[in-house]
């Protein structure tokens, strides 16, 4: 019986959090939806993940909207407009469902205002540490839904906690 696959939108896909997240993704059962504002680097990612990964189900796609429609999870790991207008774009598709923005201690105010921008959606705050980029600590008032990002930054191979406080 075919296993179905969970659709994962990344949009920043070409900071070096998203980048990450696909590539470490891009082999476990996902579809991976990537969008960033300059779209020849979203392509160039995507071509580079299905030459290394040939059974690697990714795209990318030009508009916020679509891909935020498609997906089940939103990762926000870089937009270059305000919370509000990338809200503005996508909110209509996003509602219920997993949206997780990753941010330094310098914009600790992102999960909070994707929260408010989002409503009937469940947020997850994903600090990176600046003095160790690699590790990620996470903060939400769900907690199904914060052990369902942890899973999936760990399934991507990325150093998690073992333990952190649910908030």
């Known amino acids: ?29 996902y579809r991976l939806l990537l969008f960033d504002e300059d779209r020849e680097r979203a392509d160039a990612l995507a071509s580079e993940i299905r030459s290394q990964a040939q059974h690697a189900d990714v795209e990318s796609l030009s508009c916020e909207h679509l891909a935020s429609w498609e997906a089940e999870i939103i990762i926000i790991a870089g937009i270059s407009e305000s919370m509000d207008e990338f809200a503005e774009k996508t909110k209509v598709v996003s509602a219920q469902k997993i949206i997780s923005v990753i941010t330094d201690s310098e914009n600790s ?23 160790n980029s690699g590790q990620f600590e996470f903060k939400s008032d769900n907690s199904e839904t914060l052990n369902t990002i942890r899973r999936l930054f760990i399934s991507a191979r990325l150093q998690v906690p073992e333990t952190h406080p649910v908030n």
């Open 1 to 29: 019986m075919p296993v179905t696959k969970q659709t994962i939108a990344i949009f920043g896909c070409s900071s070096t959090t998203g980048r990450l997240l696909a590539r470490g993704l891009c082999d476990k059962n």
């Open 109 to 131: 105010d992102l999960p909070r205002q994707a929260a408010a921008s989002f409503p009937h959606s469940e947020v997850v705050g994903v600090f990176q540490d600046k003095e």
